[in-house]
C-alpha cells in the first residue's frame, strides 16, 4: 500500500518562474493538507483541501501561492513567480477524514531551491 | 492562545532510554500525536494517544500523558542509532479533529554509540 507521493522530490527554480508541487494522497484518503517548513523552524500549515473543494487556506500566502485537488489527478500546490524566501522544505499530507484518530500519513517533502 | 514547546536537542548513549518531553496548553485537545523526521525524509506518524489515556505503550514506544499538567513525553526504550531523528509533537487543537494541528519545534535526538 503506497504512502503518500510527492514529487519532485528536489526542485530548482530561478526567481520569477513558477513551481508546482504534486502530492498523490495515500489509497482511501480524500483529505488533502500541505505544509511548509523552514529550517530551524517548525511545519507551518498552508492549506487543506478536499476533493476539488478547499476547505482551509488560512495559512497561504496571499498571492502567488495556490493549491488544487482535482477529481482525478494529484493535489498541486503552485507558487507563482518564485522568490528567494520560498526556498523551503514542503510536506503533503493525506488522512481518510478529519477525525483526531484518523491522523494524517506524510509524504517525504519537495525541497525547493530559489537561485 | 495554542501552543506546543519541546526542548530542541536530547543526546543519549545506546542502549538507554530516551525520553522526550512536551508541553501544550490547549486543554480542549482531544488527541496528541508523536511524529519522527529523518533527515531528507518527511514525517512518520509513530503513535498518538486519545486525552483520556494516560499511557499508551507500542513496542519499545511508552506514551504518557498528565492531562492536568498538559504534559506528554515519549520514551524509547533501548535507544538505537536508527533511532536519531527529529521527534515532533502536535495536538489537534479545540477544534477536536485532525485538520488544523498545532506541532512543536521538535526535539532532535542524537544516539551517540
Known amino acids: 500500500n503506497a504512502g503518500v507521493m510527492q514529487n519532485p522530490r528536489h526542485l530548482v527554480r530561478r526567481r520569477g518562474q513558477e513551481a508546482r508541487l504534486r502530492c498523490s494522497p495515500m489509497k482511501g484518503h480524500s483529505h488533502v493538507y500541505w505544509y511548509r517548513q523552514l529550517p530551524e523552524e517548525g511545519l507551518k500549515f498552508m492549506v487543506y483541501l478536499q476533493k476539488e473543494n478547499i476547505i482551509d487556506e488560512s495559512g497561504m500566502p496571499k498571492e502567488r501561492f495556490s493549491a488544487e485537488f482535482p477529481k482525478e489527478g494529484p493535489s498541486i500546490l503552485r507558487i507563482q513567480q518564485v522568490v528567494r524566501g520560498d526556498s523551503a522544505a514542503y510536506f503533503c499530507?493525506?488522512?481518510?477524514?478529519?477525525?483526531?484518530?484518523?491522523?494524517?500519513?506524510f509524504g517525504d517533502g519537495t525541497r525547493l531551491s530559489i537561485l | 492562545g495554542e501552543d506546543v514547546e519541546q526542548s530542541l536537542f536530547l543526546s543519549v548513549r545506546e542502549g538507554d532510554s530516551s525520553v522526550i518531553n512536551c508541553t501544550y496548553t490547549d486543554s480542549s485537545s482531544t488527541y496528541l500525536y508523536w511524529y519522527k523526521q529523518e533527515p531528507g525524509a518527511g514525517l512518520q506518524l509513530l503513535t498518538y494517544?486519545?486525552?483520556n489515556m494516560d499511557m499508551k505503550q507500542d513496542q519499545r514506544l511508552t506514551v504518557l500523558l498528565n492531562k492536568k499538567d498538559k504534559h506528554l513525553s515519549l520514551r524509547i526504550a533501548d535507544t538505537q542509532t536508527g533511532d536519531s531523528a527529529i521527534y515532533f509533537c502536535?495536538?489537534?487543537?479545540?477544534?477536536?479533529?485532525?485538520?488544523?494541528?498545532?506541532w512543536g519545534l521538535g526535539t532532535s535526538l542524537a544516539v551517540n554509540p
Open positions: 494517544i486519545f486525552s
Open positions: 499530507a493525506s488522512s481518510p477524514g478529519t477525525g483526531g484518530n484518523q491522523p494524517q500519513h
Open positions: 502536535a495536538e489537534n487543537g479545540r477544534a477536536g479533529n485532525n485538520r488544523k494541528l498545532i
